[in-house]
């Protein structure tokens, strides 16, 4: 496996959020996290790439313990976050916003670079010149997803990447998650569309209260309407 969670637990302040999270991926595997509002999806993602400090608990990278390393650390050595809350260099344009992301390929992983963005984005390419700041949120997901895979990460974190978007982008969105998947990278991913999750996740982990409360295949999934009602469903 090349990314293991074991019994992580971490909060802010007072408020403790993960209680004992524990799942594996392994290359080329997309693993989604999917729950209600506020079960700790977002905080499993920030305390494995460390902007949310794990009190205790083990983030192995290959082997590696990250538990209690930097966040700019972890992602220097491979674990890529897409944040719910797009991030773009507003004032920068496009290409100087994939510029930014770019770092050297790792050993074993087909190379990412802005020519394969640009063609995967034909969108991107016709904005290169432009300020980020002035795209729309689709084509700014875009960007932030394409500025994460040039630091060619071996693990990518990505949250809720089609909230918001029009249904044209979310297709495209969800191509590029298989294709990074192809390429060799394990992706966790939060979906809040559950149909979207289970049709491209290998493997799903339900969570609720701050723990995995069931994980298996999509298709046990869509047989187990039970989970689906204790976990997943608007009540
Ligand atoms: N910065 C923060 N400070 C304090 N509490 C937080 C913070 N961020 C999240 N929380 C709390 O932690 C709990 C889990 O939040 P988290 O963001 O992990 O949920 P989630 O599963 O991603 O759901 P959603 O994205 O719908 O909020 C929630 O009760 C939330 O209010
Ligand atoms: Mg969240």
């Not at 674990?79 to 290409?95: M, Q, T």
């Not at 630091?151 to 249904?167: C, F, H, K, Q, S």
Request: charged share 25%; aromatic share 4%; proline share 3%.
């Amino acid at each position: 496996m090349i990314l293991e969670v074991r019994d992580l637990h971490a909060g802010y302040g007072r408020s403790r959020i993960l209680h004992g999270v524990s799942f594996a991926i392994d290359k080329g595997e997309i693993v989604s996290l999917v729950g209600r509002n506020g079960s700790g999806r977002s905080t499993t993602m920030k305390a494995i790439v460390g902007l949310v400090r794990p009190d205790s608990g083990s983030v192995r990278l290959d082997g590696a313990e990250q538990a209690g390393r930097n966040a700019y650390e972890i992602v220097r050595d491979g674990i890529a976050y897409v944040p719910e809350e797009r991030r773009v260099f507003d004032n920068l344009s496009v290409h100087e916003n994939l510029v930014l992301g770019c770092q050297s390929p790792r050993h074993g992983i087909a190379a990412w670079t802005i020519d394969r963005m640009y063609a995967y984005f034909p969108r991107l390419l016709e904005r290169r010149g432009m300020k980020a700041g002035s795209l729309s949120g689709g084509e700014q997901q875009m960007l932030t997803i394409c500025r994460s895979l040039l630091g060619n990460p071996r693990v990518i974190l990505i949250d809720e990447p089609t909230e918001g978007l029009a249904p044209h982008i979310v297709a495209r969105v969800v191509e590029v998650v298989q294709d990074i998947r192809k390429n060799g990278v394990a992706v966790i991913l939060v979906e809040q569309k559950l149909t979207i999750a289970l049709r491209i996740s290998d493997r799903v982990n339900v969570v609720g209260h701050g723990q995995i409360v069931w994980s298996g295949t999509p298709a046990a999934l869509r047989e187990d309407a039970d989970i689906r009602r204790r976990w997943l469903e608007v009540a």
